[in-house]
């Protein structure tokens, strides 16, 4: 069995990759700048306790999180990362220690939106039209060069933090005046992180937001299926739900157009999650995600697959193949949000039997008693995810919508 080193993990409660290769019986160690972010959730704790080694670099240093990961016996036969802000840091120490990983140029690349845009515009891919902006001026004039509406998001951004949707010329009033107070404030990643203070402004195109999850080995890639996403109301950027998979998208055109951007960008191994606009013209790009979707839809995927993703990517680190081409699925996965209906200190959270919602296959609780809660604007600020398993994708939307309608709330004034 191999020795795999986790670097952080998802939210600092996703453990299901750690747990994946306990269970396939290999020895597994982790890597954080920040053991206090992890023992604040109470589940991570009986994880860390299963680690051969639980290793700290706090402050971060990467020679001496090298020196640390070189001194481990066994060596590590893999570095696996699903933390979009410790990709690049992750892609130098596997490159330092022999490990496969995605290449550090590419990396590189894949953590700037706006150097993605670029590189997509040299190959001629189709996207919206987008200019960079690292300061408020240069925010001001992009928005006028592009004419509304627009997104504006941070180029080093990811889960929908700091996005910001301008429509029209209400949304450019002087008593909001978002432009000018925009990069006033680093955004805080937290571990350590801070925001580039590199914003990303394109065209916004009203159009459906579909996911698509690859795997990647030796530059061959394997499409395993697209999410049909759906959006909360603006001004919010929040995704409230997806279906998985929706075969309506998934056909050759769209193949080939994925597959088209992860060449542009020499991905050549591992997950992806990318994101598109299904225009009227054909499938546009909104980001590329260099690793594993988020916010517990691999395990989405496990059920409308019938297999596990996390060990498929596991053996892809380890020098496997690809999963075989057209294996069939159980089923069509669908999952439904609970967010607040306003702000406050969150008093109680009231869940519905789950006898009485038989195709409901878990249900994730993201909030506790005394926590402050507010209206989604962004994924972080969703509370309970509900996830349905049916023959159908109208039977297992309508599953998980009726469990999210079922749920109740008690919010006391903030």
Request: hydrophobic letters at 45%.
């Amino acid at each position: 069995m191999a020795h795999i080193v986790m670097f952080e993990a998802p939210g600092g409660n996703d453990f299901d990759m750690f747990e994946t290769a306990l269970a396939l019986g290999h020895e597994v160690s982790f890597l954080t700048a920040d053991l206090a972010h992890y023992r604040a959730n109470g589940c991570a704790q009986r994880y860390l306790e299963r680690a051969s080694t639980v290793l700290e670099i706090r402050p971060f240093d990467l020679p001496r999180a090298l020196q640390q990961l070189r001194a481990l016996t066994p060596a590590p036969d893999a570095l696996i990362c699903l933390v979009d802000i410790r990709l690049r840091e992750t892609a130098r120490l596997a490159q330092a220690l022999g490990l496969a990983g995605l290449q550090v140029a590419a990396v590189d690349a894949l953590r700037d939106k706006f150097t993605v845009r670029r590189i997509l515009a040299q190959q001629g891919l189709a996207q919206p039209a987008f200019a960079l902006a690292t300061s408020n001026g240069a925010l001001r004039q992009a928005v006028q060069q592009l004419g509304l509406p627009v997104v504006i998001k941070p180029c080093d951004g990811y889960g929908s933090q700091n996005v910001a949707i301008l429509r029209d010329a209400d949304d450019l009033h002087p008593l909001i005046d978002p432009l000018d107070h925009y990069l006033s404030t680093p955004c805080d990643y937290g571990l350590g992180v801070q925001a580039n203070q590199r914003l990303l402004v394109e065209r916004y195109i009203d159009a459906p937001l579909l996911g698509c999850d690859t795997l990647s080995s030796g530059g061959q890639h394997r499409l395993l299926g697209v999410h049909e996403k759906h959006m909360a109301p603006a001004p919010s950027s929040a995704i409230l739900g997806s279906s998985f998979p929706a075969p309506r998208y998934h056909d050759a055109a769209l193949q080939a157009y994925v597959f088209s951007v992860l060449d542009a960008l020499q991905f050549e191994l591992g997950a992806a999650h990318i994101e598109l606009l299904m225009t009227a013209d054909g499938p546009m790009l909104v980001e590329v995600n260099a690793r594993l979707v988020g916010a517990g839809i691999p395990r989405m995927l496990n059920l409308a697959l019938g297999y596990s993703v996390h060990a498929a990517l596991l053996e892809l680190y380890l020098g496997g193949a690809l999963p075989a081409q057209g294996r069939g699925t159980a089923g069509v996965a669908a999952t439904r949000w609970l967010c607040a209906p306003r702000a406050g200190e969150l008093r109680a959270l009231h869940l519905p039997d789950r006898a009485a919602h038989p195709l409901i296959r878990q249900v994730d609780v993201h909030t506790r008693p005394g926590q402050q809660v507010a209206p989604a604007l962004h994924n972080g600020q969703r509370l309970v995810c509900a996830m349905a398993l049916a023959p159908t994708q109208a039977q297992a939307e309508a599953a998980a919508a009726d469990f999210i309608a079922a749920c109740s709330m008690e919010i006391l004034p903030g």
